[in-house]
């Protein structure tokens, strides 16, 4: 199929205000700018498809001026890798490096079994602008077939954000799958001994352009987006108890909203950004209820005497499967949000718990326990089978990307480190990747949508 897209394309408008609101987080919070994290691949390269990305063609207008800017060819190579679905060869092995389409030679990289490459090129103008522009080009025929294209006009500090999207654009035209390479994750950060040990930041999904947005002498636990990409839930101990409380991040504003005595936890929006699901302790025992976002009602789900927590709602916001240890040990159940009818989903091994839906509500990825480990598992909710993706010690928190291709989660390998860190793991268990942090336990890591308004 010959498809061309030929458009330049101006940043949407939302990414002005976070522009705006990375800006008044810097000044209302201070935050410590950490380095960025990195990946590094565990697992799964070799099972993925081989694509070649071949370094990017440089044009400036601004003689005698040496400017340093991203790689757009590497930030591409890495999240297509990342993606777990390709293989992107090293720039030392391409069997040539072409400038333009009609340098191709298709016969190079069928030796090498590559039936698809990428070529670009960026504009640097006067003004400091860029023009960026690539081809996804198929060189399984003779001559090479372009089978995508576009370009991108932007300031220099969106650079990365372009090969992002980029990236969106050549994931989907292969796979048929949105990409998810412009989405953000956020998490909790423990320093020990410093003055404000308990952290929350946002991050770039791989791990760049970390932005504090809390710090506290308490701990935090529990973030959670807004299906709009513009508010974040989570818990707050920084009065003594714990509360819940909506965090605006264009703004800062912080909004205390659930301080009921004992404990109240993890706090979920609904996908139509209506309700608020979360857990609580304030009649003795810990249940599950959901206040209505607009008029503050709260609702009781469960009423028992065993413990109900950790909400995750289904994609048609009348169902959600949350923990329970009312059959004796902690598994996964389903509840209906009108008629409070329950369902038990999981039943492998010693018990569930944890449970995140998927956005299709197809599937569930929820933690394990058994025989002293504690993994990742994936329940299918059309066939009911249950799988371990994971082989690890101590797996926790898992977060689904919103275009359910990978699961990240925190762990604690003590063969490697005694500390907790970032992993990723696509959705059928073949490709594993670490997110390496400088400093600190790093926890509760949870998955921007899809599409940040």
């Not at 670009?120 to 522009?133: K, L, Q």
């Not at 059309?382 to 291709?405: F, H, V």
């Amino acid at each position: 199929m010959y498809l061309i897209i030929r458009k330049t394309h101006k940043l949407p408008h939302w990414l002005q205000k976070i522009s705006l609101s990375i800006v008044l987080i810097i000044f209302l919070w201070k935050p410590a700018l950490l380095a960025d994290m990195h990946i590094e691949i565990t697992c799964g390269v070799n099972a993925a498809h081989p694509i070649a990305v071949i370094p990017f063609t440089c044009v400036s207008n601004q003689y005698n001026k040496s400017i340093s800017i991203e790689d757009i060819a590497s930030i591409i190579a890495a999240d297509l890798r990342n993606s777990g679905k390709f293989n992107t060869i090293p720039v030392e092995y391409l069997p040539h490096k072409p400038t333009k389409v009609s340098d191709v030679i298709p016969t190079f990289w069928e030796k090498m079994g590559i039936n698809i490459i990428v070529l670009g090129t960026v504009h640097i103008n006067y003004d400091e602008s860029y023009i960026i522009s690539y081809h996804l080009i198929d060189t399984s025929n003779n001559p090479a077939l372009i089978i995508s294209e576009n370009q991108y006009s932007v300031e220099k500090k969106w650079l990365r954000y372009v090969a992002h999207s980029i990236s969106n654009e050549i994931f989907e035209k292969l796979t048929g799958i949105k990409g998810a390479f412009c989405t953000r994750i956020a998490y909790v950060l423990r320093i020990h001994n410093d003055q404000y040990p308990y952290e929350l930041y946002i991050s770039d999904y791989d791990g760049h352009n970390q932005i504090s947005i809390c710090r506290s002498t308490e701990p935090l636990m529990s973030p959670a987006w807004s299906p709009d990409g513009k508010k974040i839930a989570y818990v707050t101990f920084a009065s003594g108890h714990s509360e819940l409380v909506i965090q605006t991040l264009n703004t800062g504003l912080v909004n205390n909203i659930i301080s009921f005595p004992h404990h109240n936890g993890a706090p979920v929006f609904s996908p139509d950004c209506k309700k608020l699901a979360f857990s609580s302790s304030k009649t003795g025992s810990l249940n599950l209820y959901i206040m209505d976002l607009e008029s503050g009602e709260i609702k009781q789900l469960t009423k028992n005497r065993n413990n109900n927590t950790e909400p995750s709602w289904f994609p048609d916001n009348q169902n959600i499967a949350y923990t329970s240890d009312q059959g004796g040990s902690p598994q996964i159940y389903k509840i209906n949000v009108k008629t409070t009818e329950i369902q038990r989903l999981s039943w492998l091994h010693t018990s569930n718990q944890n449970p995140n839906v998927s956005s299709d509500g197809t599937f569930i990825i929820m933690v394990n326990r058994h025989q002293g480990k504690q993994n990742i598992a994936k329940l299918n909710l059309l066939t009911g089978q249950e799988e371990i993706l994971t082989d690890t010690l101590l797996a926790d928190t898992p977060s689904i990307a919103p275009n359910n291709t990978m699961v990240l989660y925190s762990s604690i390998n003590k063969d490697v480190t005694t500390t907790s860190n970032l992993e990723l793991i696509s959705i059928d268990g073949h490709f594993k990747a670490h997110i390496q942090g400088e400093q600190g336990d790093i926890r509760f890591p949870t998955w921007s949508p899809l599409h940040l308004e």
